[in-house]
Antibody, heavy 118, light 110 residues
């Protein structure tokens, strides 16, 4: 059974940093693109970043470029999102998702909440 | 990277069919056959219902179907059931491995 479990969410002040993790199991992690998607409270879904199977290619939504870094450790079946210079508008539930060739997401974690507030 | 346009809400009675539309541009919906649709119940993670415009993942009922014409994609749900009440989001490939979502449509089953 495919499982994705996010962790690392919490409360942080504007300008602060947070690192999210996603533990994957039930599939060959190194064979799949992976994605982070976020959802602000009461709002819609927003794609955040994609990373290729070997980590050699990474893509971001414009609003997080230069502030967020997606990475993966295939030996540990783990996906990460390093978030720096956090802003109020980054407050959201962050989902980790498995990607179908980087263009759709067939399995999702339960999400982890990031709160940015002074 | 502007969000795709979806109607805010749609409704239908049990057994009826409803169609949810998703309008983008030639740079996203119109430029690629990589539109996906997600169902999200309150407090839950999204669930993939359709990918690559019209393909259904294993386990998704064939009551759900997808199509595309030009810059507009559509999700049709036939034989509406109470459990179909949820938010639905379209998503399109927008360029090199970048994606863009629609604003979401709330489906109410009357």
């Amino acid at each position: 059974e495919v499982q994705l479990v996010e962790s690392g969410g919490g409360s942080v002040q504007p300008g602060g940093s947070l690192r999210l993790s996603c533990a994957a199991s039930g599939f060959t992690f190194s064979n799949y693109w992976m994605t982070w998607v976020r959802q602000a409270p009461g709002k819609g879904l927003e794609w955040v970043a994609n990373i290729k199977q070997d980590g050699s290619e990474k893509y971001y939504v414009d609003s997080v470029k230069g502030r967020f870094t997606i990475s993966r450790d295939n030996a540990k079946n783990s996906l990460s999102l390093q978030m720096d210079s956090l802003r109020a508008e980054d407050m959201a539930v962050y989902y980790c998702a498995r990607a179908i060739y980087g263009r759709a997401n067939d399995y999702w974690g339960q999400g982890t909440l990031v709160t940015v507030s002074s | 990277q502007s969000a795709l346009t979806q109607s805010r809400s749609v409704s239908g009675s049990p057994g009826q069919s409803v169609t949810i539309s998703c309008t983008g541009t030639s740079s996203d919906v119109g430029g690629f056959n990589y539109v996906s649709w997600y169902q999200q119940h309150p407090g839950k993670a999204p669930k993939l219902m359709i990918f690559d415009v019209s393909k259904r993942p294993s386990g998704v009922p064939d009551r759900f179907s997808g199509s595309k014409s030009g810059n507009t994609a559509s999700l049709t749900i036939s034989g509406l059931q109470a459990e179909d009440e949820a938010d639905y989001y379209c998503c399109s490939y927008a360029s090199t491995y970048r994606l863009v979502f629609g604003g979401g449509t709330k489906l109410t089953v009357l």
